[in-house]
């Protein structure tokens, strides 16, 4: 099984480079899971397909600290590299109230509830397929 991922679309497969393609779908339930794992509350995703060319799921969830918005931000990228994912970007790690991980297809934002509320996210993606909130499927 190749050390590589890449998660750009279709199925879970090899391509040309000997790397495998999880789709996106996949990447989704992954983040979801190391979220869970270390109990992020408030997670919900956002299905963004058609809306924009960046992403296609955005999957926000909350922290109860700075410590515990950090922990759930490194699940993600811990979760995601043992699977061969690599982040293409990760920005507000050392702030810890708003850290974005951007896995490509998923694009994560874990937060302060306080700074979730005031940026509102959820908000500008309204008219975009709210998937709900996790577990609730």
């Not at 960046?54 to 926000?60: F, Q």
């Not at 974005?100 to 940026?119: C, I, N, Q, S």
Request: hydrophobic share 40%.
């Amino acid at each position: 099984i190749p050390s590589e991922y890449d998660f750009s679309g279709g199925c879970l497969r090899r391509c040309p480079s000997n790397r495998v393609i999880m789709q996106a779908e996949q990447l989704k339930e992954l983040v979801v899971g190391a979220l869970e794992d270390v109990k992020a509350q408030d997670v919900s995703i956002i299905d963004v397909r058609g809306r924009t060319s960046v992403t296609d799921y955005m999957v926000l969830a909350c922290g109860t600290s700075n410590r515990h918005v950090k922990s759930l931000a490194d699940s993600v990228l811990s979760e995601a590299k043992e699977q061969g994912v690599r982040a293409s970007n990760v920005e507000g790690a050392n702030a810890s109230d708003w850290i974005l991980v951007d896995l490509g297809d998923v694009v994560v934002h874990v937060m302060m509830p306080a700074t979730r509320e005031f940026y509102d996210l959820e908000r500008l993606w309204r008219d975009a397929p709210d998937l709900g909130v996790a577990g609730s499927e």
